[in-house]
Structures are given as C-alpha cells and as structure tokens.
C-alpha cells in the first residue's frame, strides 16, 4: 500500500517507539510540542475509550493540549486488525501533511507502528465464526492448543511467530484455515515505498530502572482504581480488546483462581516480560536510533536529523 499523492521531500513522520513504561508519551508531547503538529496512537491497547486506567491513555490534559488520533476512539466490542489501521492512518497523514510538515506517532505496538512505515501484506479480513472458535479454542485450551493447532497447519510461521502472543497465533490460524493456505506461504515481505520520510527513534532505560518504572506504574494504577475498572468489564471478558495484561490476571482473580496481591505481582511479571518482547522487536529494525527518555537530547537529535535530511532533499 501506498499512501496517495506524490513524494514530499520535507513530510516527516517521525516514529517515537519503545517498551511499556519507559516514557514514550511524555517523550512524544514535547517532541509534538516542539514541532507544533499532533500525535497519532500505535499502542492497539489505547484504541478502546473504556480501557484507561490499564493501558495508560494519554490524561485528559494532556488530550486537550495536543490533537491526538487512535486515542479512544472504539469500543470494546469493536473489530480492528493492523491492515485497517495501516490504512486509516495513511489516509489521515496525507491530510496531516497539508498542514504539518512533521508528525509524530507513537506506541509500543511494533506490528502496528510496521504496518505504517512498511505496509503490511494484503490478507483478508477476519472471518467472526473462525475467529469466534479459535477464541473458543483458547479459553478452553490456552496457549498450548493454539500452539499445538499452528505447529501443525503452519511449522515454519511456528518458529518465525512470538508463540506467546495469542493474538498473532490466532491471526494466523484464522488465516490459514480460512484460505486453506499456510499463513507464512501468504506474506511477501514486501516493503512498501511512502510518500513522506520516516524518522524512527526508540526509548529505552537501563534493565533495573525500566522494571522499576513498570512495578510503579503498576502499582499507580492499582491506586487508581484499576481493579474496579476491570471489574466492571468482567462480564465482557471473551472480548480480543480485554486480552491484555492488567485485566486477564484481575479476571483471574475474580473467577477465584489467584489472590488479589498475587493478581498485581502477575501484572507486574507479565508487563516485564511484554516490555522484553517490545526491546527485542525493536531492536531487529536497523532504522531506529535509540535514546534514553529525555525530550532535549532527543528533539536536538531530530532537529538535526531533519535539516540533514531536508538539505540532502533540496540538493538532489
């Protein structure tokens, strides 16, 4: 996919990419500020408006300061996919670019923050009866059924796949099953040519201090009323969008199989354990520059990532 119109030589979309926690979005709002242009979400948690406290949306504050797009903006019973969201975002970039010269996006979903800068391969869309008894599948047999089922459909996508994200095997799966092909026969790994440049910075902190960061937040948001958040949506539990951490272990412990001290400590361990898978898919991108969260050192580096780029364009 190609987003339309012809080549700007000075459109940015500058990428700001990095684990749970590490201060991504404080990073983004300076860095938005600086630039004077808006922010546009890749974190698939923060797309659903009901789910604040568990995915650290953007404050209301913040969201009144600075335009923000795919904050919010579905409900939870809502169908999205990264195909639907690379295009949606290259639809509103081409309008963005009518008017900013730079826009940021950010978020800790690499597939989605992918999709845009490289595109993504033309899969269709979700069959609801093999994803609804796919979800079966793993509500009745967890992750060891899901991995069993794909190991056998689709051997190679088994050792290229995180087999411990069961949205992607379930993508997969549904793929093949649907199409009668295995999933990995289906993906070009094709990159995309866009019609702006792509800047890419990613954030990081050393091992100890992000773990710190993420054990507070945790504990922030338990203070927040997390727990009564996701209780209120208990009874929508089979919901994909409520397939995350912070609310699968709080389901947990309202269907009595943990403790609530117990629940927190596994929100803690699983957000650690996400927040390494987020570093090592980053980390497989040569494009990406990486930093520590600080918004001066980070703007400097783009203002003259920018002006090199911009002149090199201007000569050729």
């Not at 990486?290 to 703007?299: A, N, Q, T």
Request: hydrophobic share 40%; charged share 25%; proline share 3%.
């Amino acid at each position: 996919m190609v987003a339309d119109g012809s080549k700007n030589k000075h459109s940015t979309l500058i990428v700001i990419a990095g684990p749970t926690a590490v201060g991504k979005t404080s990073v983004a709002v300076e860095v938005a500020r600086h630039f004077n242009t808006e922010i546009i979400s890749a974190d698939s948690r923060q797309f659903y408006g009901d789910l604040v406290i568990g995915t650290a949306a953007p404050s209301a504050n913040i969201l009144q300061q600075l335009k923000h797009h795919f904050v919010g903006h579905l409900k939870l019973e809502e169908y999205t996919n990264v195909s639907k969201f690379e295009n949606e975002v290259l639809q509103l970039l081409n309008q963005l670019f009518e008017d900013h010269e730079v826009v940021v996006m950010t978020g800790g979903s690499g597939l989605y923050i992918k999709a845009v800068c490289e595109g993504m391969d033309d899969l269709p869309d979700a069959d609801h009866e093999i994803r609804g008894m796919l979800n079966a599948t793993y509500r009745t047999g967890g992750l060891a059924a899901l991995r069993s089922m794909l190991l056998t459909l689709d051997p190679i996508y088994a050792r290229q796949v995180d087999m411990a994200n069961p949205n992607r095997i379930i993508r997969a799966l549904e793929v093949t099953l649907q199409t009668g092909k295995p999933y990995s026969q289906q993906r070009s790994n094709t990159k995309a040519i866009r019609n702006f440049n792509i800047v890419k910075v990613a954030l990081n902190l050393p091992r100890e201090a992000l773990h710190r960061q993420i054990n507070s937040r945790v504990d922030q948001m338990i203070e927040q009323g997390l727990v009564e958040e996701a209780r209120s949506f208990f009874h929508l539990k089979h919901l994909n969008s409520l397939n995350t951490v912070g609310y699968k272990e709080l389901f947990d412990y309202f269907d009595g199989n943990n403790t609530l001290e117990g629940a927190i400590e596994k929100i803690k361990t699983n957000t650690r354990r996400y927040a390494r898978r987020q570093i090592t898919w980053f980390k497989k991108d040569p494009e990406m520059h990486w930093f520590l969260p600080d918004p001066e050192i980070v703007i400097e580096w783009l203002e003259n990532a920018l002006k090199e780029r911009n002149q090199d364009s201007d000569i050729r």
